[in-house]
């Protein structure tokens, strides 16, 4: 560990360090935490600028949020700029932030069935979105542009058909057909989502399961991983959030059978995100929330798709069919969604 000592003294004493500790599971960035003799234990990551290319954009985005959401609240970690008063540090060719860590805090990759768990998850998704609900989207730069556009996500699949090589072509050849055909349909949803009447927000764009951290009680505290907070829609978040909250196995599962959206989870997720976002939202938003996990489902299968024909550029990855097994797995959620559209819709009109 000698090698994060050595980005961890931009940020802190390190005599004051106890442990290091590797954390989370993400597909994009290395994480740490820094476990402290004195004051909050630390959280030190990796930017990878390979993804975030304007790192000086992504890092004021995620100083400026956690600084408007410290105004209203403390369950939010707070930014740690280094010792000399930059946002992050370069160390060997790699980019390093820190923020504090959220003490007696867990995460989940699956919910479990648990409606107590699901309905704090929404309280909290609509907590975020109501406390930055006024917020300039001009304070934040848009380092991921068009982040969930179904057009920019198919234009990167069509390319990445031209280049892929044939043995990925072939395994994944159902899957690439089923994309193909869906692409009308999804396109159609993406305009009415992008349309001139659906006011942009800043919004996470990530706010999936285990980007929700839980305290003892089992009760969602907060949001973490704010590299795509930045304007966007509070329908792609809602339909984020459920596609992990709602899921019954997570996205790495590669048993099919076991894949299906949970009816109960879904509507106590939405109970306590409407209660929390009913004087914010507007008709025409909340009009569109119910197709919202079908699409933004689509969207993660396809990105996981792409990345495979693209040998696995972006997401990391465990073994070769990785990315295969996360499109497949997201597609089939899509397909079990599809079928109980009618009753999620339902779920909308009636106000939980």
């Known amino acids: 560990m ?18 290091v500790e590797p954390i989370g599971n993400g597909h994009i960035n290395r994480t740490y935490r820094l476990h402290m003799s004195e004051g909050d234990d630390i ?13 000086e954009g ?43 860590s959220v003490p007696d805090s867990k995460v989940y990759i699956n919910l479990n069935g648990n409606s107590k768990r699901a309905f704090s998850c929404g309280t909290t998704l609509g907590e975020f979105h109501n406390m930055l609900g006024n917020v300039s989207v001009d304070m934040f730069k848009d380092i991921l542009p068009q982040f969930h556009s179904a057009e920019r996500r198919y234009r990167e699949f069509h390319d990445a058909l031209k280049s892929a090589n ?18 009308e349909s999804i396109m159609v949803y993406s305009n009415d989502i992008f349309s001139d009447n659906i006011p942009l927000r800043i919004v996470h764009n990530d706010p999936k399961l285990s980007n929700i951290l839980f305290n003892n009680n089992d009760e969602a505290i907060c949001l973490i991983d704010y590299d795509t907070v930045m304007a966007g829609t509070i329908i792609t978040d809602f339909g984020d959030a459920l596609r992990t909250v709602a899921a019954k196995a997570n996205e790495d599962e590669e048993r099919t059978d ?21 004087d914010t939202i507007t008709t025409e938003e909340k009009n569109k929330l119910y197709y919202a996990p079908l699409y933004i489902t689509f969207i993660m299968g396809l990105r996981f798709l792409t990345d495979y024909l693209n ?37 909308i009109k009636s106000d939980v």
């Open 258 to 278: 076991r894949i299906k959206f949970d009816m109960n989870l879904y509507r106590q997720f939405t109970c306590g995100y409407l209660n929390k976002i009913k």
């Open 166 to 183: 044939m043995e990925r072509l072939k395994s994944a050849s159902v899957f690439i057909d089923y994309a193909i055909d869906f692409e």
């Open 311 to 347: 040998n696995d550029i972006y997401y990391s990855t465990a073994y070769a069919e990785h990315n295969l097994v996360r499109a497949i797995n997201q597609f089939t959620l899509v397909n079990d969604i599809k079928g109980k559209l009618k009753d999620i819709e339902s779920v």
């Open 58 to 100: 992504l890092s004021n985005n995620v100083e400026v949020v956690l600084n408007l959401l410290s105004y209203i609240t403390d369950k939010y970690p707070k930014y740690i700029k280094t010792l000399s008063g930059d946002g992050f540090v370069k160390v060997s060719g790699d980019y390093w932030r820190a923020i504090t």
């Open 2 to 19: 000698d090698d994060v000592i050595d980005i961890a003294k931009h940020f802190c004493s390190i005599d004051l360090i106890k442990e």
């Open 43 to 55: 959280i030190l990551q990796q930017i990878n600028n390979n993804v975030f290319n304007d790192v």
